[in-house]
């Protein structure tokens, strides 16, 4: 493919080299993307969580009302990140089933799945996942009802805060509630390829 | 701002540059541009040489034809003063247009200083002239309609500060203001189609509003609309902004 | 004098296809509208801002390029480089090959459509499975999408039912929750069975060598988890500077696309999987795409390579909302496509040269464009190309235009034309052989000619 790599550089200098000045990489102010509707916060969480709710995502402040909501809607099967499962068994019951280790060959066999989030956006009421602080892709992703457990240090206020605090990991995935479509007749629909419901679980 | 590199207005000796659509089609309408600009206090000199813009050559992919009628419009407007126009369409030609037809030709300059001293008639009252009300009573409530080529430039809101000082009239909003008649010059016969639908749905969300007249400060829109609604049986009242003007302030 | 190709289709299209076209067009517009100017001060200024950074990239392609291929390859990705659509093809068919690979999952990628890769893999006897829902439904109805964000925006639920019904993916049922339920159950296990993962990039950032990817639905998330190979399919164009610039391009991406704040995933990916993650590629291919984007970088409508795929000028065009994006023939649609498809042909140009034509120049797609590209001046250097060129479907239906020059240069012979032109008043002109007249006429009345009553008036205050 070396050929195809000359041939595309070789033309692209020739496209740009009748230029006689080129253009100058404009430098913003990240105020000019302040979403001036809303109002600055002190508590991050309260705002990530009013966001949140905006994109149909669901903010819970205690396991027990995780353990409510999965007994509710009868989601009594699960994946649990194994580092994060200590810290929530007692408050589990035994009726709700949960392996922490996640099987692909049963993707169906899971309601829900509990993995970390690494970051919030308040501003969006986005949940930022990483590769190293996420235990299973998979599990954060086909269950129906997806659960980042987050840590109220670790939200940024806005896109470009969180932007300048990306850390170095190959794959930083931002999750702005359930996953969605509008592609029949504009109806939108929640829930497509990704969870259906989206949980951001404040520990 | 299209239009922002502007000479700005010293004294009050203008050229009009009447339009090849009031020339052959809306007389009157020059005629009302003449006695506003007068009424503002300027002394018109009408070359007598004037014809076109180039526009339609230029919009219809005819740039050596266009470039004729420039440079013919460069050679009849000579001078320093500024250039009125009757349309927002011929003055985005002039100081927008013109300018890309000519990227490449030796004389891009002396078409860029016309460009520059062209103004649409609304714009260079308010703005050029600092004009910011009008007098006079017109009772009526207007549909403005918003000529495409009027986007970025300063004609739009002057229009409306002039229109909204006249005593008696008000100005009716209505549906999807941003969206084309339908006209677009020689689009109109080679996208008859097109052009016509675009025209209906601007007719419906007029009539909506249930204005007494429909204005605009390009009469190419309002011979498209006013025919289309003519041709359809439910003709409706058009008038260029200049007109409301004229009848206003001799209705004091 | 032939009507334009566009025009002949908008007349031929079904009244409901119309009206579903306009309708989500007009609300999206809206909705966009409505948000970037509540939500931000200055939004225009953010479009020119946004604008001027993806000119300075188009415009040091040169070295940003290698710059950026050397910070994936240090991420550790492959980067491979593609001249043609064909060289494009059969890298991806290549890294295939080579590992055995027979089975891939597509996330919604305009590159792979331009290419069209999927139909060249199925014939070399790979499965290649479009995931994100609308092109699902555009892949196993054989038809092709028809507005770059929304690929099935000319189809109603009915039409899908039955695809579905057809291809059994369940009984006939046109509730869209069901339909999106069935393609969930269905392409889960295909994205599980895929040996490989494509994907485009919305953007790359040259200084993390970062690609970025957004979508809604999750379908390039699960392509990036179920199969060991991920390979992106990248134009040259999409590069952005820093991250930091990606703060304006994401804020104005999701607004302009589908009136959200931010796509539901927006994704970074500087390489394969870490090492202690169970899921994911283990291998990351990154293929930058010419196929005629430094043709256009050379041309002087290089500005649209700007385009970062948002959709919002064709929502806002009233060519469009007419006519529909299968009217346009090529895979963009609306006024980026009538810039971007004439120029991507290269040699083949005259066959798409009626594209430009197929605007009023009302400019509204400038106003929107959230990288500020001049569409309606490219669109009129691309009809003097096509003059220049004598393409004949660029001519079909404008009038001649040089006998008008020359009278509009004789002041004598105008002002004799415009007295002249009075008989018109008189004449049937319905019955006049001539076309642009007949095309007016027959939709909308003639104004009376008043040719030369102004000059008149004129002279006469003159004297007076």
């Known amino acids: ?203 | 701002m299209l239009n922002a590199e502007r000479k700005p207005v010293t004294g009050k000796k203008v050229q009009l540059m009447a339009t090849c659509l009031c020339d052959a089609i809306y007389a009157d309408v020059a005629k009302a541009t003449v006695e506003v600009l007068e009424h503002a206090g300027c002394t018109i000199d009408f070359p007598e040489g004037q014809t076109c813009c180039g526009q339609p050559a230029f919009n219809g992919g005819d740039w050596t034809a266009a470039r004729k009628v420039v440079r013919h419009a460069v050679r009849t407007f000579t001078g320093g003063d500024p250039v009125i126009l009757p349309s927002g369409s011929c003055a985005a030609m002039m100081f927008h247009g013109a300018s890309l037809a000519f990227e490449h030709e030796p004389d891009l300059a002396e078409v860029e200083a016309l460009g520059r001293r062209t103004w649409e008639l609304m714009d260079f009252l308010v703005n050029g002239l600092g004009v910011t009300s009008w007098p006079g009573r017109f009772p009526a409530k207007i549909a403005l309609h918003r000529a495409c080529h009027t986007r970025g430039t300063g004609s739009i809101a002057a229009t409306l500060t002039l229109l909204r000082s006249i005593q008696g009239v008000e100005v009716v909003e209505f549906g999807e203001v941003e969206q084309c008649c339908g006209f677009g010059g020689t689009f109109s016969v080679s996208f008859p189609n097109v052009s016509t639908a675009m025209g209906d749905l601007k007719l419906e969300h007029i009539r909506a509003a249930k204005p007494d007249l429909l204005a605009s400060v390009d009469m190419s829109c309002m011979m498209h609309l006013s025919g289309r609604a003519a041709h359809e049986g439910h003709p409706i009242k058009t008038m260029h902004v200049a007109q409301v003007l004229r009848d206003a302030m001799k209705n004091t | 004098m032939a009507k334009q190709l566009i025009d002949q289709f908008a007349a031929a299209l079904p009244a409901d296809k119309r009206a579903s076209v306009y309708q989500s067009t007009k609300s999206t517009h809206e909705k966009r509208t409505k948000m970037l100017f509540d939500q931000f001060a200055e939004p225009n200024r953010l479009r020119s801002l946004a604008g001027g950074i993806k000119q300075h990239v188009l415009e040091h392609l040169d070295t940003l390029l290698p710059e950026v291929e050397a910070k994936l390859q240090a991420n550790g990705a492959k980067v491979h480089w593609a001249a043609t659509a064909e060289a494009a093809c059969a890298a991806v068919l290549g890294i295939m090959q080579a590992r055995g690979a027979t089975k891939m999952v597509k996330a919604k990628t305009m590159v792979s459509e331009e290419i069209e890769l999927a139909h060249f893999l199925e014939k070399h006897g790979i499965e290649a499975l479009e995931t994100d829902l609308g092109e699902f439904i555009v892949q196993i109805d054989h038809d092709h999408p028809s507005h770059i964000v929304r690929p099935i925006i000319h189809k109603n639920r009915r039409e899908i039912a039955t695809s579905f019904e057809k291809h059994g993916l369940g009984a006939y049922n046109d509730d869209p929750q069901t339909i999106t339920r069935r393609a969930r159950e269905f392409l889960r296990q295909k994205y599980l069975q895929a040996d490989v993962g494509l994907t485009g990039a919305n953007f790359v950032s040259v200084e993390s060598g970062r690609l970025v990817l957004v979508t809604n639905e999750g379908n390039s998330r699960f392509s990036l988890a179920a199969p060991k190979v991920h390979i992106a399919l990248v134009g040259i164009e999409k590069l952005v500077p820093r991250d930091r610039d990606l703060g304006l391009l994401l804020n104005l991406l999701a607004r302009s696309a589908t009136a959200q704040q931010l796509t539901v995933y927006t994704e970074f990916i500087s390489g394969p999987k870490s090492a202690t993650q169970p899921d994911g590629p283990e291998e990351m291919h990154v293929i930058f795409v010419d196929n005629g984007r430094s043709e256009v970088l050379a041309s002087e409508c290089r500005e649209i390579l700007r385009c970062i795929r948002c959709g919002a000028c064709m929502n806002v065009c009233p060519v469009y909302r007419q006519a529909s994006g299968h009217a346009y023939r090529t895979v963009y649609p609306g006024p980026v496509g009538a810039v971007l498809s004439p120029l991507l042909a290269g040699k083949k140009f005259p066959e798409l040269a009626d594209l430009p034509k197929a605007s009023s120049l009302c400019g509204a797609c400038n106003e929107v464009c959230p990288v500020d590209i001049p569409i309606p001046d490219l669109l009129l250097r691309l009809r003097d190309k096509g003059k220049r060129e004598g393409a004949p479907l660029a001519a079909a239906g404008t009038p001649p235009m040089g006998a008008w020059a020359l009278l509009a240069t004789q002041p004598t012979a105008w002002k004799a034309a415009l007295f002249g032109g009075k008989i018109i008043n008189y004449l049937p002109t319905k019955l006049l052989p001539i076309p642009p007249l007949r095309a007016w006429e027959d939709t909308r009345d003639l104004p009376e000619w008043k040719g030369g009553e102004f000059r008149k008036w004129m002279k006469g205050r003159g004297k007076s």
């Open chain 1, 1 to 203: 493919m070396s050929s195809d790599r000359d041939t595309i550089l070789t033309s692209v200098r020739a496209a740009l080299a009748p230029l006689k000045d080129r253009a100058a990489l404009p430098d913003w102010d990240r105020e000019l993307v302040h979403v001036r509707t809303i109002q600055p916060a002190t508590d991050l969480w309260a705002l990530f969580a009013e966001r949140l709710k905006l994109v149909n995502g669901t903010p819970l402040t205690a396991v027990s009302e995780l353990v409510a909501l999965l007994e509710k809607n009868n989601w009594r099967r699960g994946y649990c990140d194994p580092a994060l499962w200590p810290q929530f068994k007692d408050a589990f019951p035994a009726g709700i089933k949960i392996e922490t280790t996640y099987d692909r060959t049963r993707v169906d066999d899971y309601d829900f799945g509990i993995t970390a989030a690494a970051g919030a956006i308040a501003e969006t009421g986005t949940l930022v996942l990483t590769d190293a602080g996420t235990s299973s892709r998979l599990a954060a992703l086909a269950p129906w009802v997806h659960v980042a457990v987050l840590r109220r240090e670790q939200i940024h206020a806005d896109i470009s805060a969180a932007l300048a605090a990306l850390p170095n990991d190959p794959n930083i995935i931002w999750v702005t509630g359930p996953s969605k479509t509008a592609d029949v007749e504009g109806i939108l629909i929640e829930g497509v390829h990704g969870p259906g419901v989206q949980v951001a679980l404040l520990v």
